[in-house]
Structures are given as structure tokens and as C-alpha cells.
């Protein structure tokens, strides 16, 4: 038995695909699937269910993941243990990123980084929040920039980097820019510009929605919040984008408060509450939080 072969299971569970899991630890997905096997024959069990559309653990692959989070821990604590006594970090990193996000200066704080630690390998993955999340739960992902709500998601710490409203912007000369406020039941009435399923804005108007019983008509999704605002002033639209975003496109675009209820997110430092991260995880998590506290 491998440690590789615990951290690929673990792995694979946590994404429910041998493809997304192999792509998400930087490594190819036959090897994860072949190492896998291996464990399986070893062990003398099947661990994965493989013939549903979402690879889920056997009953046996849940118990043997839980024992293998704890071995995988212990190993973690003694390297962190070992590398702090001699005074060197070592080993390896890995930062998410939420992508289209310009809210902090990643390379900045990578390079920063790199240059205090220069013995420890540094990833950058971009996803959508959610992603981003399933990647700090599964210990692939050790400090993650994600959009959230107003409060912190379950199991996971976080530092506010920006809070702002999320306000709809609808071009200059759309009849709409004679108000300064718009009901979401109202707005939900329009065709919407929204960004995909997964990320943080998109998240509280599903859930505002939901709440009232409204269903909002998106008819375009971008990742890009320019990509959005600029689907408005050519009238595709009314594109739901951080009050940031508006303010940088107030000569096409005109902002309107959003009302009953408001909605406003958060862009934040994410990192697993209750982990145990490595010496270089701790560093990386220090550093950043560091870095984001400064004026």
C-alpha cells in the first residue's frame, strides 16, 4: 500500500470521477485509475463503484477512505514536524483560484511566496467556487480565493478580501436606466446576464429566488464579469455584476440597486477550518492572510 494510492482514492471520491479528480492533482488519469486497482487487489475489495454515471465509494472504499484521511494526516503532521525542526519548508502547495477573479493579486502574492519558500512547488488551479470548496474538503486544494455568501460555508474558514452589493446594470439608454432601484421579483421578469452555476453571485440569486419562488430567466451565463457587462450595453441583457464592476463601466451602463431582498457577496480567502495543513500549508495560509490585511 502507497500513500499516492490513498491520496488518488481519496481524491476520486471527493470529485466522483477518475477525470476531474486526475486533473485537479496534476496527474494522468490512467495512472490514478491503475493505482487504484492495485490498492483494490491488494486490499482484496472493490473500493469504487464504477457503473453509475458518478463513481461513489463501496461500503468497504467508505471505510477504508476514512482510515486512509487519518494516515494521510498523521504522515502530514510528522513532515510538518520534521520540516519545521529543520528550519527548510519543503514540498508542495496548491492555491485556487475563482476564475475571472481580479480582486487580489495572486502572482504578487505567489511570488512573494516563492521567494520566502523557494524549495516548495507551487500549483494554481482557476475553477468556479464550488469547485474551489470540494477541492479544500478533499485536502487537493490548501488556501482557495472563492466567492461566498455572508457567511462561511461548512467546515471552511475564511478573510474577506473585497464585500460589495451585487447590482443589475442595464445600458444607458434602456428605459430601465430612469430608476435607481429594482425589486428581484421584478427584475426576474427581464432577461438576465448571470454568471454559471457553481460561482458565488450566481448562488445568491438561485437561493433569493428560490426563497420567493421566483425563477430568473438567464439568458446568457459568463464566466467574465467585463464579459457580462459588456453583453449589456450591446442590450442583451441586464447583467447582475458587483457594484465594482458598474462602476467601471458607468459611462455604457446604468447601475440599479437591487431590492427585497439586496443581495451582496463576498470574495474571500478560504482555507479548511479544522485541517491539518503541512508547514508549507500554514506558510502559504500565513502569507496570504498577511499579504491581504495589508493597506
Known sequence: MELRQLEYLIGVAADRNFTRAAARMHVAQPGVSAQIRRLERELGHELLDRSGRDVRPTEVGAAVIEHARAALASIASARAVADEFAGLLRGRVAVGMLSGCNSADVPRLLADFHHRHPAVDISLTESASSDLLAGLHARTIDLAIVAVGPHDPEGIATQTI?????????????????????????????????????????????????????????????????MQADLASRGLGIALVPTSTAGANEKTLHALTITRPSLRGRVALAWLANGQPTAAGRALIRTARAALAAP
Request: hydrophobic share 50%; glycine share 4%; proline share 5%.
Open 162 to 226: 473585497v464585500d460589495e452589493a451585487v447590482v443589475a446594470v442595464v445600458r444607458s439608454d434602456d428605459p430601465l436606466a430612469t430608476r435607481s432601484s429594482i425589486t428581484l421579483a421584478r427584475l426576474c421578469e427581464h432577461d438576465l446576464i448571470s454568471l454559471p452555476r457553481g460561482t458565488g453571485i450566481r448562488a445568491l440569486l438561485d437561493n433569493a429566488c428560490a426563497a420567493l419562488g421566483l425563477m430568473p430567466r438567464i439568458v446568457f451565463e459568463a464566466s467574465d464579469l467585463q
